[in-house]
C-alpha cells in the first residue's frame, strides 16, 4: 500500500523491489506526514528525556550528570597511543564528538564515511585540532555490502600490528522515503542493521582480546516489531516504522552477540547506546518545519551533541562496564528494556542473526561457537 495513496493495493512477491512512489504532494498527506512527525518528536522527548531535570539544567546553567561521568572517565584514562577505534558516521554530529574525546587521550581514530569530500574534511580538522591522537578517513557507504567489504581489507591493513581496540557503529538513517541500497535491501534495515553487521562479522578476526562493539539504537525501538517475511517492507512501506524496526534489531544484534560472546568465553564487550534526542544531520529526512522546531525546543529540552555523545565515549572507555556485555546504557547508566519488548524473545534474536548472515552472504563466526546451547540466558 503506498503511503501516498492508502486506498491503492499492490500485490508484491517477498523479494520483488517496490514500485516507484508516487510523490506526496496533497495537502492531506503533507499534513499527516507533519502530524506524525511531531507526534514521534513528542514521543521521543517524554520517554526518553528527563524534562523537567533538563528545564531546571537550562535555567540554572547546570552540565547534566553523564557530561561529569564522561569528564571524569577522560581524566582516569590512561593515555592510548596507538589504540585503534573505527566509528561509523564520523564527519559530523555524535560520531565527530566521539572522535574528538577519543583522540584527546591517543586514540588512533578511523572515520568511516559515505562522503569522501566531507570526511577528508573533518580528519583534516581532526588532525590540525591539537590532539595527542590522529585521525583517518576511510570511505564507507553503509548501504552497498561491497564498499563494506572494501573498507574492512582497509582496516584489515591497519590492524597488522595493532589489532581495533573498540568499533563504534554510529552512522545511521532515520525516517527515509522508501529506497534500496546496492543489494535491494530497504534502507533502514540496510544501513543500519545489515551494513553495521556484515562490518562487525568482518572486523571481529581483528579485534583485540578486550575490545568493546558499540551500537548505538534509539528509544524508537519500542515501536520496532520485526516482521520476517517482510523484513524490507516492500508490501506496505512506512517510514516511520521502518526507522524503529532497524533500532529494534540494534538492540536484537548487541543482545545475540552478548549471548554468543558469553558462550565463546570471549573477553570483548557489547554495549548498545540509547543517545537521548540532539539536533544531529540524522534529522535531515524531516520537513523544514520540524527541523526549526527542534533547533528551537533543543535549547531547553533536547540534549546537546556533547551529552549525546557521552555515553558512547563512557562505555568505550570506563571500566565500570566491565561485567554488563549485552546492556544498553543511557546518560551513562544502563537502562533496562520495556517489559513488553519482544528483546527478551532470544528466539527473534536468533533469526534475525541468521537472516543477517543470509542476507549478507556472509557467516559470523565466533570461536567455540559449537558449544552454543538453545535458551536465555
Known amino acids: 500500500v503506498l503511503e501516498s495513496d492508502r486506498s491503492v493495493s499492490v500485490v508484491l512477491m517477498r523479494d520483488s523491489p517496490p514500485p516507484p512512489l508516487l510523490p506526496e ?9 507533519y502530524l506524525r512527525l511531531m507526534v514521534m518528536g513528542f514521543y521521543c522527548s517524554v520517554v526518553s528525556i528527563p524534562i523537567w531535570e533538563r528545564l531546571l539544567a537550562f535555567v540554572l546553567r547546570q552540565p547534566q550528570a553523564e557530561v561529569f561521568d564522561a569528564q571524569s572517565c577522560l581524566r582516569a584514562t590512561p593515555h592510548k597511543e596507538g589504540k585503534i577505534c573505527v566509528i561509523t558516521g564520523a564527519n559530523s554530529g555524535l560520531g565527530l564528538e566521539s572522535a574528538k574525546k577519543l583522540m584527546s587521550v591517543g586514540f588512533h581514530v578511523v572515520l568511516g564515511c559515505r562522503s569522501l569530500t566531507r570526511g577528508e574534511a573533518a580528519a583534516s580538522i581532526l588532525n590540525r585540532s591539537g590532539y595527542s591522537g590522529r585521525a583517518s578517513f576511510l570511505e564507507l557507504d553503509l548501504a552497498d555490502l ?3 567489504r572494501a573498507f574492512s581489507r582497509q582496516v ?7 589489532r581495533l581496540s573498540c568499533l563504534m557503529l554510529n552512522a545511521g538513517v532515520c525516517f527515509v522515503p522508501q529506497q534500496q541500497t546496492a543489494q535491494g535491501f530497504e534502507l533502514h534495515y540496510g544501513v543500519n542493521m545489515l551494513g553495521h553487521f556484515l562490518l562487525t562479522a568482518l572486523l571481529f578476526p581483528h579485534l583485540a582480546p578486550d575490545a568493546r562493539v558499540i551500537s548505538l539504537t534509539s528509544e524508537n525501538y519500542r515501536r520496532g516489531v520485526i516482521n520476517f517475511s517482510d523484513l524490507n517492507m516492500f508490501r506496505n512501506y512506512d517510514r516511520y516504522g521502518g526507522y524503529a524496526n532497524s533500532k529494534l534489531m540494534n538492540l536484537h544484534f548487541v543482545k545475540e552477540l552478548s549471548r554468543r560472546l558469553k558462550v565463546a568465553k570471549s573477553s570483548v564487550s557489547v554495549f548498545a547506546i540509547n543517545p537521548g534526542v540532539a539536533p544531529t544531520q540524522i534529522s535531515r529526512h524531516f520537513p523544514l518545519l520540524f527541523r526549526l522546531a527542534i533547533k528551537v525546543l533543543g535549547m531547553f529540552l533536547y540534549k546537546s551533541i556533547e551529552q549525546s555523545a557521552c555515553t558512547q565515549i563512557f562505555c568505550a572507555l570506563s571500566p565500570k562496564v566491565f561485567g554488563t556485555s549485552g546492556e544498553m546504557y543511557y546518560d551513562c547508566r544502563v537502562q533496562k528494556p520495556a517489559p513488553s519488548s519482544s528483546i527478551y524473545s532470544w528466539e527473534e534474536g536468533r533469526k534475525l542473526w541468521e537472516r543477517c548472515e543470509k542476507d549478507a552472504g556472509e557467516t559470523f563466526a565466533i570461536p567455540a561457537l559449537s558449544k552454543l546451547v538453545q535458551g536465555k540466558d
Not at 504532494?25 to 506526514?33: G, H, K
Not at 584489515?156 to 600490528?161: D, G, T, V
Open 146 to 148: 561491497d564498499s563494506v
Open 156 to 162: 584489515a591493513k591497519l590492524c597488522e600490528s595493532e
Open 25 to 33: 504532494t496533497s495537502l492531506l498527506s503533507i499534513v499527516r506526514t
